[in-house]
């Protein structure tokens, strides 16, 4: 892919400095921090070093990267990395891609209480798929999945929704077998989304009991006797948004997919397409008309503020902007297997237990032994470090 002509660094150089006089009193140190980590970004002030090569003696000075994670220069090698590592995770067994949205008029509660929510959000989502696939209606087995978050949408404004990449099966209660489950439909949608609707809207009124929620600005009103039980109440009444389909390109797709955000931003400097007049445009797919691609044009600073809505406002631990939720897939659901041929089970359960286990690892085994790709070294420039240069 071609070096991009602009970059999100050149919008930073040119306006950064006048957003954060306009926009400080609403954002936090780490915000700035972003910021200047973008624009020094494999630039002389982060040092470098030279390259020579053994053979003909060219040398090539490159400058160090930042390696903060919101640049959209970095993180590459992490992205192979956990793409490998979850590629490598990937089960012999058709897979669905499901998406659990929150509705828009819980956007600005949701920024104000971002890792209060965000983690109801993952907990709330993750149990609603255990609970229906465990009812015997539907699947009647264990399942397991991977989530990633996402807060943003493709036009870069807040938009908080979980992709889920879920086997089309799950373990049998007793731990004995696996249960598949339709190629083509794997739980409601209409169920996923009343269960999911429920239960969030259940813990944000016990957060709220809890006297946890922090209300600003436009949502002070929800403080007043009785108002907060008329927004659950609305909440309650309109459809909440959830997909579940199979993915057309199989488990792999989404994964590549997820890959992009999951060490990296929210646009990449590809989809820049001009910077003139402080006004910025971009690329970008409206999914909610088949995933049209459009081109966006914004003020700088609301291109920053948009880019700057999923970085964390505070220093301590994880924020959830992004992170991976797993449950037991491979190895959980083969010490699973044992424990029930071991433990507490009768022996004829215990040998349809190590029976099912055996067909389980042979079958992954043989899997990953068909589809193997092999790899294919690329030649290289035979360039080696000699010094290092410090601005």
């Given at each position: 892919m071609s070096r991009p002509t602009l970059e999100v660094a050149d919008i930073v150089r040119r306006t950064g400095n006048s957003f954060w006089e306009q926009q400080q009193s609403h954002l936090a140190w780490p915000h700035r921090k972003v910021l200047d980590a973008i624009v020094r970004c494999r630039t002389a002030a982060l040092g470098g070093h030279r390259d020579q090569c053994v053979r003909c003696?060219?040398?090539?000075?490159?400058?160090?990267?930042?390696?903060?994670?919101?640049?959209?220069?970095?993180?590459?090698?992490?992205?192979?990395?956990?793409?490998?590592?979850?590629?490598?995770?990937?089960l012999p067994v058709p897979y669905f891609h499901v998406v659990f949205t929150l509705p828009h008029s819980l956007s600005a509660l949701v920024l104000q209480n971002?890792?209060?929510?965000?983690?109801?959000?993952?907990?709330?989502?993750?149990?609603?798929?255990?609970?229906?696939?465990?009812?015997?209606?539907?699947?009647?087995?264990?399942?397991?999945?991977?989530?990633?978050l996402h807060t943003w949408g493709q036009n870069l404004e807040h938009h908080p929704h979980i992709h889920y990449i879920v086997p089309a099966g799950g373990l049998a209660p007793d731990g004995s077998r696996w249960i598949d489950s339709s190629r083509r439909f794997f739980l409601p949608v209409y169920a996923l989304s009343r269960v999911f609707r429920g239960k969030f809207v259940a813990g944000l009124k016990q957060i709220f009991e809890q006297d946890k929620l922090q209300l600003h600005g436009s949502q002070r009103s929800l403080c007043a006797p009785g108002c907060f039980s008329s927004f659950l109440r609305q909440l309650l009444r309109i459809d909440w948004v959830v997909y579940a389909k199979p993915p057309f390109g199989g488990a792999e797709h989404v994964l590549n997919y997820l890959a992009r955000y999951t060490h990296r931003v929210a646009i990449s400097n590809h989809r820049l397409v001009a910077f003139e007049n402080d006004r910025v445009s971009f690329r970008w797919r409206d999914y909610a008309h088949g995933g049209k691609q459009k081109v966006m044009t914004i003020s700088a600073h609301q291109f920053l503020r948009r880019f700057l809505l999923s970085r964390p406002a505070r220093r301590p631990g994880p924020h959830p902007t992004l992170r991976t939720i797993r449950?037991?897939?491979?190895?959980?659901?083969?010490?699973?297997?044992?424990?029930?041929?071991?433990?507490?089970?009768p022996h004829r359960s215990a040998r349809a237990s190590q029976a099912a286990l055996s067909s389980l690892l042979r079958h992954h085994a043989d899997h990953r032994t068909a589809h193997q790709q092999p790899v294919v070294f690329l030649p290289q420039p035979n360039l080696v470090p000699t010094m290092e240069t410090r601005p």
């Open positions: 003696g060219h040398q090539a000075i490159s400058f160090n990267s930042c390696r903060n994670r919101h640049c959209p220069k970095c993180q590459g090698n992490a992205r192979a990395r956990w793409l490998a590592a979850r590629g490598a995770e990937l971002k890792r209060l929510l965000y983690d109801l959000l993952f907990c709330t989502s993750a149990a609603t798929m255990l609970e229906l696939a465990r009812d015997p209606k539907h699947l009647g087995a264990d399942i397991g999945f991977l989530g990633v449950h037991p897939q491979t190895e959980c659901r083969a010490r699973r297997l044992q424990c029930s041929a071991r433990h507490g089970a």
